[in-house]
């Protein structure tokens, strides 16, 4: 079993900036990808960025250039920084855990940009 601790979420300006963080414990093998999620509301939940434990990143077209994922694997812990936020980026964001067959997902926690 793995446990995902999101945190990092709230309210936010246009244009500002906030970083997500995510921790993972519990039956953790060397080898996962670890990502973010979003669902905005009345929308389906979409890819944001993805990062394996060697550091492949990918990322939706949508935040390329805005966001960036990075990891700490001392510390089972994914980052999400996003630059620039913009009202569209309002949504209830997920972290995921994908590793040895295993899937895994946070409570999510909600970033809403406004003004």
């Known amino acids: 079993q793995v446990q995902l601790v999101e945190s990092g979420g709230g309210l936010v300006q246009p244009g500002g900036s906030l970083t997500l963080s995510c921790a993972a414990s519990?039956?953790?093998?060397?080898?996962?990808?670890m990502g973010w999620y979003r669902q905005a509301p009345g929308k389906e939940r979409e890819l944001v960025a993805t990062?394996?434990?060697?550091?492949?990143?990918n990322y939706a077209d949508s935040v390329k250039g805005q966001f960036a994922i990075s990891r700490d694997n001392a510390k089972n812990t994914v980052y999400l920084r996003m630059n620039s936020l913009k009202p569209e980026d309002t949504a209830v964001y997920y972290c995921?855990?994908?590793?040895?067959?295993?899937?895994?997902w946070g409570k999510g926690t909600t970033i809403t940009v406004s003004s």
């Open positions: 519990g039956s953790i093998y060397s080898s996962n990808v």
């Open positions: 990062i394996t434990t060697g550091g492949s990143t």
């Open positions: 995921r855990f994908r590793g040895d067959g295993r899937d895994y």
